[in-house]
């Protein structure tokens, strides 16, 4: 089971990236999956998950209005797309997913790195200013 995290790059402040995270080896279609990320001498930190139907969205504060996230269940991929980019978004992003299938969590669950059992290698974002 292997989740292959792409898309990250050097943007200015204010620019945009997508971010996607391919999964192989399993089906992910009905796991709740997430974007966590993590700066330079920082804990890791939640910023999006999304439930396994992708009817259910949750942010942190930080990102709300900028980022989205979506899942692509036809193509087993997860993305995130970033706009209006800021310097403090600077970080290696990771995708990840919980291995219960169909399983549903409260907001608080998905924003705790415990309830992800796979993780992905992580792609960095760099926003200059």
């Known amino acids: 089971v292997q989740l292959q995290a792409s898309g990250g790059g050097l943007v200015q402040a204010g620019g945009s990236l997508r971010l996607s995270c391919a999964a192989s080896g399993s089906t992910f279609n009905n796991n709740v999956m997430g974007w966590f990320r993590q700066a330079p001498g920082k804990e890791r930190e939640f910023v999006a998950a999304i439930s396994w139907g992708g009817s259910i969205t949750y942010y942190r504060d930080s990102v709300k209005g900028r980022f989205t996230i979506s899942r692509d269940n036809a193509k087993n991929t997860l993305y995130l797309q970033m706009n209006s980019l800021k310097p403090e978004d600077t970080a290696v992003y990771y995708c990840?997913?919980?291995?219960?299938?169909?399983?549903?969590?409260?907001?608080?669950?998905?924003?705790?790195?415990?309830?992800?059992?796979?993780w992905g290698q992580g792609t960095l974002v760099t926003v200059s200013s």
């Open positions: 990840a997913a919980d291995r219960s299938p169909r399983r549903t969590y409260t907001e608080s669950s998905c924003y705790t790195k415990g309830t992800y059992d796979y």
